[in-house]
T-cell receptor, first 112, second 113 residues
Framework: DVKVTQSSRYLVKRTGEKVFLECVQD?????MFWYRQDPGLGLRLIYF???????EKGDIPEGYSVSREKKERFSLILESASTNQTSMYLC???????????FGPGTRLTVL | QQQVKQSPQSLIVQKGGISIINCAYE??????FPWYQQFPGKGPALLIA?????SEKKEGRFTISFNKSAKQFSLHIMDSQPGDSATYFC????????????FGQGTRLTINP
């Protein structure tokens, strides 16, 4: 069964802390994505990667960065966490041959 | 800028009824329109998808209706069951590159027994 895993289900951080969210997929997918999910706003794309070490900004990249050193792993970094980054973060992956994205279970991040 | 608009935000349907969720898009270059279903505590999962060369696609109790000229598509759930209670997202993408998805705002569907 295909799987996307995220390092934490729940995370509480302080304002100004550096935060790392990790995502791993076991499907050998080329594409990986980071979204944040907020009520009434749906899923908004933060960053995506179409190959190792390649990344592109999504719709809301401000305050975030990403890293993809290995094909199976895609990390989201909050350089200096702020309270407005309190949200549900979802990772997804897909192959280049089809549009179907597979999602992880999400990380609920609270920034105090 | 919201490129895919979804309505309603929440919907309550009696068991056995028909649930209908609507989406409208702006970008005529979109050529892939999936619906995702999300249960509490889980990530979204692909439910059904359509490409604009057909006007309807049916999988079991779930049907997508697509109107290219109106730039609208909708999800119909026939004989709705309590197990269908979830949040539903429509999305759209272009068949190029990483095929980024643009999501609607989501609809929280509740099926009353």
């Amino acid at each position: 069964d295909v799987k996307v895993t995220q390092s934490s289900r729940y995370l509480v951080k302080r304002t100004g802390e550096k935060v790392f969210l990790e995502c791993v997929q076991d499907m050998d997918h080329e594409n990986m994505f980071w979204y944040r999910q907020d009520p009434g706003l749906g899923l908004r794309l933060i960053y995506f990667s179409y190959d190792v070490k390649m990344k592109e900004k999504g719709d809301i990249p401000e305050g975030y960065s990403v890293s993809r050193e290995k094909k199976e792993r895609f990390s989201l970094i909050l350089e200096s966490a702020s309270t407005n980054q309190t949200s549900m973060y979802l990772c997804a992956s897909s192959s280049t041959s089809g549009g179907k994205q597979f999602f992880g279970p999400g990380t609920r991040l609270t920034v105090l | 800028q919201q490129q895919v608009k979804q309505s309603p935000q929440s919907l309550i349907v009696q068991k056995g009824g028909i649930s209908i969720i609507n989406c409208a898009y702006e970008n005529t270059a979109f050529d892939y329109f999936p619906w995702y279903q999300q249960f509490p505590g889980k990530g979204p999962a692909l439910l059904i998808a359509i490409r604009p060369d057909v006007s309807e696609k049916k999988e079991g109790r779930f049907t997508i209706s697509f109107n290219k000229s109106a730039k609208q598509f909708s999800l119909h759930i026939m004989d709705s069951q309590p197990g269908d209670s979830a949040t539903y997202f429509c999305a759209a993408s272009m068949h190029q590159g990483a095929q980024k998805l643009v999501f609607g705002q989501g609809t929280r569907l509740t099926i009353n027994p």
